[in-house]
């Protein structure tokens, strides 16, 4: 897995990743993987599957104009592209993906729900419980957005072994 970060502020999301790419076994690909795609109105950072991201880009998808048909539409393409399995509770991907759009925050977990976080801040990926630890301990400090998230990938890739340096931090406005 990784993690992505998330932060919005006054109608601007920023977002960032770490560029680690591991197999299920653990060892590191040495691949370039940008975890950031944009696609027209959306903006999707993603964890887990490479293809996942892949998919997302404008080539392949076309995301709906109206939000609250995301979550549905991400799910046929994952299914399409056979991303997806079937449990007990139903089609799972194997990706979760924060999803900038409008401004605003949202994050896609694996069973295709999507919830707007409480705080400003949001995060994905096996580095997620160190990144939100560091984003509630800074979130009052008076840093920028873009020093709350390197705080929070620096606590990822210190304490999990599937993240990695450099990080790339990005900005996208509506």
Same mark, same amino acid.
Do not use: Q, W
């Given at each position: 897995m990784s993690c992505i970060v998330a932060i919005e502020e006054n109608?601007? !999301? @920023?977002?960032?990743?770490?560029?680690a790419a591991t197999s299920d076994d653990g060892s590191?690909?040495?691949?370039?993987?940008?975890k950031m795609v944009v696609n027209g109105s959306? !903006? @999707?950072?993603?964890t887990g599957s490479v293809r996942a991201g892949q998919?997302?880009?404008?080539h392949t998808f076309t995301p709906p104009s109206e939000f609250n048909l995301i979550?549905?539409?991400i799910r046929v393409l994952f299914n399409e592209m056979q991303l997806t399995t079937e449990g007990e509770v139903g089609a799972q991907c194997a990706t979760n993906?924060?999803?900038?759009?409008?401004?605003?925050i949202y994050e896609m977990l694996m069973d295709f729900q999507v919830n707007q976080s409480l705080y400003d801040f949001t995060t994905v990926g096996s580095g997620a419980p160190y990144a939100f630890g560091a984003l509630y301990s800074c979130m009052d400090m008076g840093l920028t957005p873009?020093?709350?998230?390197?705080l929070a990938l620096d606590a990822a890739i210190e304490f999990?072994?599937?993240?990695?340096?450099?990080?790339?931090?990005?900005?996208f406005s509506w």
């Open positions: 109608g601007t !999301v @920023f977002m960032g990743a770490e560029t590191r690909r040495p691949i370039m993987c940008d959306y !903006v @999707f950072g993603f998919v997302l880009r404008p979550g549905e539409a993906l924060i999803i900038g759009y409008d401004g605003h873009e020093e709350r998230i390197t999990d072994s599937s993240c990695k340096y450099p990080t790339i931090i990005r900005n």
